[in-house]
């Protein structure tokens, strides 16, 4: 079945979330709301030292206290796996993956070093502070400018690592003989993820070795692997059921440190145990790395850039080596025959960095993107139009034709919406009361990917129709768009329509993350609910005088609960009663979806954005203001633009927080994010956010997945702190290369 053949009634219309009621009245359950009789509750202690060794883990004092069950410390947990292998979840990076618990070293601050478990949970969290540890304490490394020395490039041989691409041309000859040059350091903060619900399990001993785990994940088949392989438990013991995520944003990727030990605690008590963890917890764990970056790029006086060399140093930590994709965006999206692009890590004494809503895209962008900006002042260019004339037609970077990029539209688009010809070029030209006004622009992009996943649709005579997938819901609107799909596809009401998910009984869906869920879970779903369609008219060519006897799926529609004839609409059957004429109960199909082998060869996929933004800033205070940002996104064709534009939303709200809030503090002294509370650590709250526009700009693309579909989400914070920075720059005329972009360095 071809897109255009469920473009109906539902999909590509706005349409509230299917789930909000749930949402709003309480209904739907987090990991941390589930429960079970004789529930106990666990408190994590965590390590304030970064590094060194526990000389004395004292106990005694916290088991004293009635109702106290266990405290679990690397002295006398279970025995679990030993090799690293086995920690390794779905998207682990290479190394050894942190073990908690598992000796008396300690790693990073923050680690756990005990759990207490106890009857309530305001007595684990009061015996927690009975827990006494000394420390043999080392001295730690945790600043990234003083060591970025040591930057190495990680073994490419092993999988996780995302090597930049090889140079093309010969950059460095041809910026040392350039005499229009841009070169300059970009400086990205280490930032966590803050979703509003923490991370939390409550597992459920359900007797007999078998337990159901409520964890907070996007995606039940990562935590369900992880468990089995490290607790060496079998798969139909480990059932996982999530299904909703308040936030992701990355965070839910790999399992957490919280699902080992409460699965360790039930496993060794036999009884139900949650733990969450704490706000100054949510702290204690992967962040988007701390990122220096460098930029040489040169170009001739016409605006044609002729050289690159983009490097960045990211942290990692001792034990494993992440590395995210950060230069090869500017490979991508700008035309350039001499690229050099280099991307090395050092390690520190924290936690591995993790996956942060676009990893490494923004990062770059900041980079990049502000020195293009640099460079149009240079030229006297404007900064649309020196995009336009380096515009990348292909991936350079593979040397592959793009599935679809229709990101000219967008720059026309949004600049027209934005007003953007009617700019002043000139820095500082703008006031407005006290304020300077600054406008800016950035380009954005982000992986199109479609994953292989699998999803199944049962129809029940009353004309109902479930369909189900293992994929999680991390708040994107993934319920809701499974929903309007389904519901075209057998010409269903949303109403008569239940979407499933999040539950390892159902069938295979990969991690929801990368913006790929809408067009694999999308296309898995739609795939199945296709056969259910082929089910219906062969049972219904086998009713007595069936006037669908010779009549092939092209020449039947399926519509309002019948199976129709196309050319004849008059002439149709009800599910139902196809159902009751072969004495079905239920038509029940599974089916999969996958991107075609063939296009992953010979194109490239990806979203773009042209992000349009302004600020006003009061020198004399040094307050930055984004009164407005306008956003073109290419994603191809859009389910549901209603939640497609939160998406986009929520993405822009993050850029505003990159570049103007968000920063962990670290006090290198003793290796430690000093700003873990959302007192100190300070994100975008509504007084900041003012007009924020979106446009889906029309880009058909039958490349990338079944269903039409590029996905959503991450390319909202693509480009947006970078366009952000530009307008803090033409506002004032200073060009702030640190991010975030906070008071102190505009007075
Ligand atoms: Mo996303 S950072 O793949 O949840």
Not at 225 to 253: E, Q, R, W
Not at 702 to 715: F, N, Q, Y
């Amino acid at each position: 079945m071809s897109a255009s053949a469920t473009t109906g009634l539902h999909t590509g219309q706005p349409r509230s979330r299917v789930d909000g009621h749930a949402k709003v009245t309480g209904a739907a359950k987090y990991a941390a709301e589930f429960t079970a009789s004789g529930l106990l509750h666990g408190v994590v202690v965590s390590s304030p030292i970064a590094k060194g060794r526990i000389t004395k883990l004292d106990i005694t004092a916290a088991m004293a206290v009635p109702g106290v069950v266990e405290v679990f410390t690397h002295q006398n947990r279970m025995r679990t796996a030993w090799r690293n292998a086995k920690f390794q979840d779905e998207v682990a990076p290479p190394g050894a993956p942190f073990r908690a618990l598992y000796d008396d070293k300690i790693v990073y601050s923050g680690q756990p070093i005990a759990l207490v478990v106890a009857e309530t949970f305001e007595l684990a969290r009061y015996v927690a502070t009975l827990v006494h540890a000394e420390y043999d304490i080392e001295a730690p490394s945790t600043d990234l400018r003083a060591v970025r020395g040591s930057a190495y490039v990680p073994s490419k041989k092993r999988s996780g690592i995302n090597p930049p691409p090889k140079p093309r041309g010969d950059a460095p000859g041809v910026l040392a003989d350039s005499q229009i040059r841009v070169d300059a350091e970009y400086y990205q903060p280490a930032e966590y993820h803050n979703p509003m619900e923490p991370h939390a399990s409550t597992v459920i001993w359900e007797g007999g070795g078998k337990i159901t785990v409520h964890d907070k994940t996007q995606g039940v088949g990562n935590t369900q692997a992880y468990i089995t392989n490290v607790f060496g438990l079998k798969k139909d013991d480990v059932h996982v059921v999530a299904p909703y995520m308040g936030g992701g944003f990355g965070s839910g990727l790999r399992p957490q440190y919280q699902l080992y030990l409460t699965v360790l605690a039930t496993l060794q008590l036999e009884r139900s145990v949650r733990v969450v963890l704490t706000r100054d917890q949510m702290f204690t764990f992967g962040h988007r790395p701390e990122t220096i970056q460098t930029v040489s790029f040169s170009a001739r006086q016409d605006g044609t850039v002729t050289a690159i060399r983009h490097e960045a140093i990211a942290e990692t930590s001792t034990f494993e080596d992440y590395q995210e994709v950060v230069v090869n965006w500017t490979g991508l999206t700008t035309s350039c025959e001499n690229v050099e692009l280099d991307y090395k890590l050092v390690q520190l004494d924290r936690y591995t960095p993790a996956d942060m809503r676009a990893p490494g895209a923004p990062t770059g962008q900041f980079a990049f993107e502000s020195a293009l900006d640099e460079m149009s002042y240079k030229l006297g260019i404007d900064p649309i139009e020196l995009r336009l004339r380096n515009y990348a037609e292909t991936d350079e970077n593979q040397g592959l034709p793009h599935t679809s990029k229709a990101l000219r539209d967008a720059y026309r688009l949004g600049a027209e919406k934005f007003g953007w010809a009617g700019r002043n070029p000139q820095p500082r030209s703008t006031c407005e009361g006290h304020e300077l006004v600054g406008w800016g622009t950035a380009t954005g992009a982000w992986d199109a990917q479609m994953q292989k996943t699998s999803a199944s649709a049962t129809l029940t005579p009353d004309g109902k129709l479930t369909v189900a997938t293992a994929s999680a819901d991390i708040g994107t609107g993934t319920y809701t768009i499974l929903t309007q799909l389904a519901a075209d596809a057998l010409g269903l009401s949303m109403e008569a329509v239940t979407t499933k998910l999040g539950d390892t009984d159902l069938p295979f869906s990969p991690l929801e993350g990368g913006s790929w869920t809408a067009a694999s879970a999308g296309s898995a779903v739609q795939a199945a609910c296709c056969k259910v369609r082929s089910a219906l008219l062969g049972f219904a060519q086998e009713m007595p005088s069936s006037p669908f006897k010779d009549v092939t799926l092209d020449q039947v529609d399926f519509k309002e609960g019948r199976l129709v004839l196309r050319n004849n609409p008059g002439i149709g059957v009800a599910y139902g009663d196809i159902m009751q004429a072969s004495g079905l109960e239920q038509i029940h199909m599974e089916e999969s979806a996958a991107r075609d082998p063939a296009v992953q060869k010979t194109h490239a996929s990806y979203t773009h954005s042209a992000v349009f933004a302004e600020v006003r800033v009061d020198e004399e205070l040094g307050t930055v203001r984004v009164t407005r940002i306008v956003n073109a996104i290419c994603a191809g064709r859009i389910l549901n633009p209603k939640t497609a534009r939160s998406q986009i939303i929520g993405g822009v709200v993050f850029g505003i927080g990159m570049a103007l809030h968000e920063e962990a503090l670290d006090d290198s002294k003793i290796g430690r994010f000093m700003n873990h509370n959302f007192a100190e650590y300070h994100i975008p709250v509504n007084a900041d956010i003012q007009d924020i526009e979106v446009i889906f700009v029309d880009e058909p693309d039958d490349m990338t997945s079944p269903i039409g579909v590029k996905g959503l989400g991450e390319i909202g914070i693509c480009g947006t702190a970078a366009a952000i920075a530009n307008a803090v720059y033409h506002a004032t005329g200073r060009r702030v290369r640190d991010l975030p972009i906070t008071i102190d360095k505009l007075l």
